[in-house]
């Protein structure tokens, strides 16, 4: 299924991925405490990024980056290459 957006320039648009509540020694943390950074999967990406990141990569990226935006009803965010902090494994 083809994206219907293409970023141009240094630009990703990514999905938002919710984070659980994580448990550590037996106290549970709500997914948001103590978050600076948050994770996506890649949705789009310009030609020039195509060399780094590929659809369906989990990035992360600083929680209060980028910009967002509604795509067929579901949240989206545009982030620039250099926004990004990690490519998850």
Same mark, same amino acid.
């Given at each position: ?5 293409? !970023? ?5 648009? %990514?999905? !938002?991925?919710? +984070? ?9 943390? !709500? =997914? %948001? ?5 948050? +994770?996506?999967?890649? *949705? *789009? ?13 989990? $990035?992360?990226?600083?929680?209060? *980056?980028?910009? =967002? ?5 579901? !949240?989206?965010?545009?982030? +620039?290459?250099?926004? $990004?902090?990690? $490519?998850?494994?």
């Amino acid at each position: 299924m083809s994206f219907p957006i293409k !970023p141009i320039g240094n630009k990703l648009l %990514v999905k !938002p991925l919710i +984070r659980k509540d994580e448990k550590v020694n037996s106290i549970v943390i !709500p =997914g %948001v405490a103590n978050s600076e950074l948050s +994770r996506a999967s890649v *949705a *789009a990406i310009s030609q020039d990024l195509e060399k780094v990141y590929s659809i369906s990569d989990t $990035i992360l990226y600083p929680s209060k *980056a980028g910009v =967002g935006q509604l795509i067929s009803g579901e !949240p989206h965010i545009w982030l +620039r290459g250099d926004e $990004i902090w990690g $490519i998850e494994e």
